[in-house]
């Protein structure tokens, strides 16, 4: 086997995946950042969930907002829910795995803050409770998926915002939604902290 080809291969999909997704999400990527500063300005927060290589990225976002992303800054209100063991062992023993993400949501969501759910399928049953449970205490969506958005897509209100990768793989959905939040950071730190 060729490996050099086969990971080149990697690359050029990779490439693809990002490229086909410019082609369309630069407009709701923008929004999404304009509502995400807004939210943070007014003195919100983001929380966001995932599972597995989505938990990583969620806390890979709440990472950048509360330290910094690429300037100095003060630090943003972003809570990972994916990173209490406890509160997640004990829900998941109690209740279900599918509640963990929405109990946390209801006890610390509040109006106007911003739930950033991350599903590479859109089908993961814990954000989709998230979301319902957003949507209940009135908290605004961002919602990361691929492929074709899954059930996620199809609950969204008007005000909430979905960044699909145009892709059908796993990983290069993953490597699609790293850039999102890249972009996202970048985008809430050029509006918060212009002259920075």
Do not use: W
């Not at 829900?91 to 949501?105: G, H, L, R, T, W």
């Not at 199809?154 to 959905?173: G, H």
Request: glycine share 10%; with cysteine; net charge negative.
């Amino acid at each position: 086997m060729d490996f050099e080809k086969r990971l080149s291969g990697f690359f050029e999909d990779s490439i693809r995946a990002k490229q086909d997704t410019r082609a369309y999400a630069l407009p709701q990527l923008v929004a999404a950042g304009q509502r995400m500063a807004a939210c943070l300005k007014n003195g919100g927060k983001i929380l966001s969930c995932g599972n597995g290589g989505s938990a990583g990225d969620a806390q890979h976002l709440s990472s950048e907002l509360l330290n910094r992303f690429e300037r100095e800054r003060p630090s943003l209100a972003g809570i990972a829910l994916t990173t209490d063991t406890g509160t997640l062992t004990s829900i998941s023993n109690d209740y279900s795995y599918d509640e963990v993400f929405a109990k946390q949501v209801r006890a610390l969501g509040r109006p106007g803050d911003i739930l950033v759910g991350i599903s590479t399928s859109g089908n993961s049953g814990n954000v989709i409770n998230a979301m319902q449970a957003a949507h209940e205490i009135g908290m605004g969506l961002v919602i990361l998926t691929g492929r074709d958005g899954g059930k996620m897509a199809q609950m969204l209100s008007d005000n909430d915002i979905e960044l699909r990768a145009a892709s059908k793989v796993t990983a290069r959905i993953q490597e699609v939604h790293l850039v999102f939040i890249h972009s996202l950071c970048d985008l809430i730190d050029c509006i918060l902290y212009p002259d920075n």
